[in-house]
């Protein structure tokens, strides 16, 4: 079955250039951040695939480039098997973003109305009638009232403003949606009120998700697959319940560790990542997490990059000490 969002080798790179005083005084040449480098991936029609890492690894930054928010430094992006070479009116049409913090996503000079037109819009809907028909559908079908249409973002709480921000993305009747953090900057209560939303939508309209959160407790509830990715690369890909119970990369059993557990018998065993976290301006040679790792296999780990291998059936993982079948 051909995937309906498909990364092969994606790259992005962030170029810093130093400043005339650094370049005189130091020699300092122009750095670069690797922010995502040469990730592959293919998310199915229908699926929901985690994205989880720790803050800094690229998880946001691979989720906007696939979307052509930052243009790829290299790679191809491919949707229903085609190439994408930049954000065409079909692949911006099908492919929407669900953004992390919904008190900047949303223009604050405009009304609920006036926001949810523009992708209206531009999906050919003129008649204001019909439009307004149609946000009130949305707001229903997000959990708003009727009488919201007309006020600005300030008059909301946030988990309202990220109900507006899914109907936003919902106008323009997406196939693929990329939710980046969603629910990190909500309180308990209402995150779980928004993950049954998206729940709830992605059954009702059959919506293919990319959802990418540091919660791993969420990633658990939400997701069919988990990506674990570290400094800009993916370690680990595997079906949740695979990766949950027997998790094969050093920095993926240090994340699960950290889950806390109410019951005793159900708590792992608390793993402690010693060293210094690496820069994504200068990434160790080898495996990226050999400096970390607490049962690295020494020279190899330094100085040869393992391979996203797989391991038995669609569990796949970088690592040396599996090499893969």
Do not use: W
């Not at 790679?75 to 973003?97: D, P």
Request: aromatic share 6%.
């Amino acid at each position: 079955m051909v995937p309906l969002v498909e990364l092969k080798e994606l790259t992005r790179f962030f170029y810093l250039r130093p400043t005339l005083l650094a370049r005189a005084l130091a020699g300092q040449r122009q750095r670069v951040i690797k922010a995502v480098d040469r990730v592959s991936l293919a998310i199915h029609q229908g699926e929901t695939l985690g994205l989880v890492g720790e803050s800094g690894c690229g998880k946001t930054t691979l989720g906007r480039t696939l979307l052509f928010l930052h243009q790829p430094t290299s790679g191809t992006v491919l949707y229903r098997g085609k190439e994408v070479t930049h954000a065409t009116r079909e692949f911006r049409s099908r492919a929407q973003i669900i953004f992390q913090n919904p008190y900047a996503s949303l223009n604050p000079r405009k009304k609920v109305r006036d926001i949810i037109s523009v992708p209206l819009i531009t999906r050919g809907i003129r008649d204001p009638f019909q439009r307004q028909q149609e946000i009130l559908s949305l707001l229903d079908r997000v959990g708003l009232s009727p009488r919201h249409i007309d006020n600005y973002p300030h008059q909301f709480s946030g988990g309202q403003r990220q109900r507006i921000g899914i109907a936003r993305a919902l106008a323009m009747q997406p196939e693929f949606v990329v939710a980046d953090e969603p629910v990190s900057s909500l309180d308990v209560s209402v995150q779980a009120q928004i993950i049954n939303l998206l729940e709830e939508l992605q059954q009702e309209l059959g919506l293919t998700f990319l959802f990418i959160a540091h919660d791993l407790s969420v990633i658990y509830h939400v997701s069919d697959r988990v990506a674990v990715m570290y400094l800009g690369r993916v370690v680990e890909l595997a079906p949740t319940a695979r990766i949950y119970e027997s998790p094969l990369h050093p920095y993926t059993r240090a994340l699960l560790s950290a889950i806390p557990s109410v019951d005793p018998g159900g708590r792992r065993e608390r793993i402690l990542l010693e060293g210094t976290v690496p820069t994504p301006i200068d990434p160790p040679g080898g495996c990226r997490f050999h400096s970390r790792c607490f049962c690295s296999l020494g020279d190899v780990c330094r100085e040869e990059e393992p391979r996203l291998a797989t391991v038995s059936g669609t569990h796949q993982v970088a690592c040396h000490r599996y090499p893969g079948e």
